[in-house]
């Protein structure tokens, strides 16, 4: 681990800056890039704690908790269950299988947010897509640590207001962070064995968060996010190829 500091610093900074300009993002850019750099079960271990943190202020102080706590009950229930009970585990499958998902989800979610993809979810077929929806979600939680593919996609489909929408994005990611760490645990690779690491990632993270703030303030926020997308095309891309050349 010594030897990645700057890899982790930088990666979490960028990361912060990242979900301070748009809202999210920060497992997006951590898995996908700390991905080259060291086993992805080890890079989720280091995400837990930093995401808990950057999601909880999001989560505590928007507007409607109570309501979104009762609307997407079954939502963040089947992410949790879907984690646990998942066949496979990034911890236990091999390297190359979880590098490889890891690069088709951040390429399939890469291409959605560049197509601006938008579905309509009708509230009467909350009651069952929620819990499949958030059952597929954690089972990709489990085997990538990123389910920003189904959750996202899903969560903008429900026609909820900007701040509902950032509020109900930090619920999910809070739960999912949270599911994916017992599920860490389970498989035998400890959050808080990496205590010291997850430190220097939620400082560089925190002080990532204001940086992104200012550049909202300061880039047009459709640019950016294009940006953003672009990136994470080429991540996912970079990934898939080393998974197949190994």
Not at 6 to 23: I, M, N, W
Not at 161 to 188: M, N, P, S, W, Y
């Amino acid at each position: 681990m010594s030897d990645l500091w700057l890899p982790v610093l930088l990666t979490f900074l960028a990361g912060g800056l990242v979900k301070g300009a748009v809202g999210l993002g920060l497992p997006t850019v951590v898995l996908g890039t700390l991905g080259a750099y060291m086993p992805l079960a080890e890079a989720a271990a280091l995400l837990v704690i930093p995401s808990l943190a950057t999601n909880a202020w999001q989560l505590v102080a928007g507007p409607r908790l109570r309501h979104l706590l009762g609307r997407l009950a079954m939502l963040v229930g089947g992410l949790m269950v879907g984690t646990m009970v998942s066949p496979v585990g990034m911890a236990t499958v091999d390297t190359k299988s979880a590098t490889l998902g890891l690069g088709v989800m951040l390429t399939v979610y890469a291409m959605f947010g560049l197509c601006s993809v938008r579905f309509v979810v009708r509230p009467a077929h909350e009651c069952w897509l929620s819990p499949a929806i958030g059952v597929i979600a954690g089972v990709v939680n489990a085997c990538t640590g990123l389910f920003v593919m189904p959750i996202v996609p899903y969560l903008q489909s429900l026609d909820l207001e900007k701040d509902e929408l950032v509020q109900a994005l930090a619920l999910c990611f809070t739960i999912g962070a949270l599911a994916l760490a017992f599920r860490l645990h389970h498989d035998g690779t400890t959050v808080l064995g990496h205590a010291a690491g997850s430190t220097v990632a939620l400082v560089a993270a925190l002080a990532g968060m204001p940086l992104g703030n200012l550049l909202r303030a300061r880039v047009n926020e459709q640019v950016f996010r294009t940006c953003f997308y672009v990136g994470l095309l080429a991540l996912g891309g970079m990934l898939a190829a080393k998974a197949f050349l190994r």
